[in-house]
């Protein structure tokens, strides 16, 4: 079934071309108006059908090798890791600035810091292993003990 659906947009994409060049032959090489008219609004259903399938531009826009992933777990793990790290950044820019103080910053950098470690040892068990394999709930950022 999965199969079916990665070639479902090449499916539609492969009917409306085939459709538009069956519909510019009709144009060319028919000369009575009755029939280009009547050939030209039957090859006008596949390209209308084609056109008003739910979600058919974003399908062709993304390949299917790419708007599956395989190590979904894995990428999570990874934007957590960003998302305290930005985190961290933004805590060291503040207290630069004088908006917090440095011993706060200090103690929420310490927390991140834990923070990272418990997502990077999450890291380090979905490594190499797709989202089917895995059993490893991500770590939301500011859950571990001692965030504020």
Do not use: C
């Amino acid at each position: 079934m999965r199969r079916l659906r990665r070639l479902r947009p090449f499916v539609f994409l492969g009917i409306l071309i085939v459709a538009f060049l069956q519909l510019a032959g009709v144009l060319y090489y028919i000369d009575q108006r009755t029939l280009r008219l009547f050939f030209g609004l039957l090859l006008l259903v596949p390209i209308v059908w084609v056109l008003t399938r739910p979600n058919f531009f974003q399908a062709i826009q993304v390949l299917p090798a790419i708007r599956e992933r395989k190590y979904v777990k894995m990428r999570m793990q990874v934007e957590l890791v960003l998302a305290e790290v930005r985190r961290l950044n933004g805590i060291a820019v503040d207290a630069d600035r004088g908006f917090r103080s440095h011993a706060e910053a200090d103690r929420e950098m310490d927390i991140i810091e834990q923070n990272l470690v418990a997502i990077i040892s999450k890291v380090r068990q979905t490594a190499g292993r797709t989202s089917d394999e895995v059993d490893v709930e991500p770590v939301p950022a500011g859950t571990m003990e001692n965030d504020t």
